[in-house]
């Protein structure tokens, strides 16, 4: 089976010639295959987020390659690769636009990938689809379609994103640290929706995580990055026999001396 997703070679500085010049992604090559969950961890700086940057098309690369589904993406620009990716942020605020109501950012969730034209932006058969939608959440969101979204909190907001992500089925869904911010309760609401609606569309998904715990008990693969590059990739019946101690002996014999600082960032 040839994978979705092929990476070879992906290299990318920031500050290049400068004094501040970071390597922030190093000759990186993976192949992600169809409905794989995979989490990512690493210390700060490893390159998580930048490698999910990349596949995002936020900025060009110095070098390498990326094709999804046989196609060479490389020198895509954002927002054409937008009609393949869905996308959650750590930052909950990000994901919605605050001025418009739910139903609006709805429908513009609704019409990734599509042309737009001038017609109604909300139409009546979209609302009942929205309510539908909104009532798997559990959060009484249907009763609300026209309230703005800066009016809801931040574990809301992160679950409409959640929504509006995986409303029109992406090719690739990206969540960088998509409960950082939120608290306990929320965060693990959040989570158990990401496995849902993951489990439901098959979807392939990358979620970067600081949590161990997460990222052995989700999804089929894990991956570490360390200096811009893959040095662990875990998956199948050797991840599920994985424990947060035997996968942070690991990370400090990867990274010596340097990884016993980092360990209390991964916990």
Do not use: Y
């Not at 400068?18 to 090559?29: I, Q």
């Not at 990938?113 to 009546?124: E, I, Y």
């Amino acid at each position: 089976m040839s994978a979705q997703i092929a990476i070879a070679g992906m290299t990318k500085a920031f500050n290049k010639g400068g004094v501040n010049e970071v390597l922030a992604l190093n000759g990186l090559t993976l192949n992600i295959d169809e409905g794989d969950f995979i989490t990512i961890i690493g210390s700060n700086g490893a390159g998580k987020s930048t490698f999910l940057n990349a596949l995002a098309g936020c900025f060009p690369l110095d070098s390498g390659t990326i094709s999804m589904d046989g196609e060479d993406v490389t020198g895509w620009a954002e927002h054409r690769r937008a009609a393949k990716i869905g996308r959650v942020f750590q930052d909950p605020l990000l994901g919605t636009c605050a001025g418009a109501t739910i139903e609006q950012n709805l429908a513009l969730a609704k019409k990734r990938g599509m042309r737009r034209g001038l017609g109604l932006g909300v139409k009546s058969k979209d609302r009942v689809f929205f309510s539908e939608k909104l009532a798997m959440l559990g959060l009484g969101l249907e009763e609300r379609l026209k309230t703005a979204t800066g009016l809801l909190s931040g574990g809301q907001r992160q679950a409409l994103t959640m929504l509006m992500a995986t409303m029109v089925r992406p090719r690739l869904l990206l969540l960088d640290e998509h409960t950082a911010a939120l608290d306990p309760k929320t965060a693990q609401m959040i989570l158990e929706l990401t496995e849902r609606l993951v489990v439901e569309q098959r979807l392939t998904t990358l979620m970067v995580t600081h949590n161990m715990q997460q990222a052995i008990s989700m999804g089929n693969r894990l991956l570490m990055f360390h200096r811009g590059t893959v040095v662990m990739d875990i998956r199948g019946e050797e991840k599920k026999a994985l424990t947060v101690e035997e996968l942070l002996q690991r990370f400090t014999e990867l990274r010596g001396e340097e990884g016993l600082s980092d360990r209390m960032l991964l916990c």
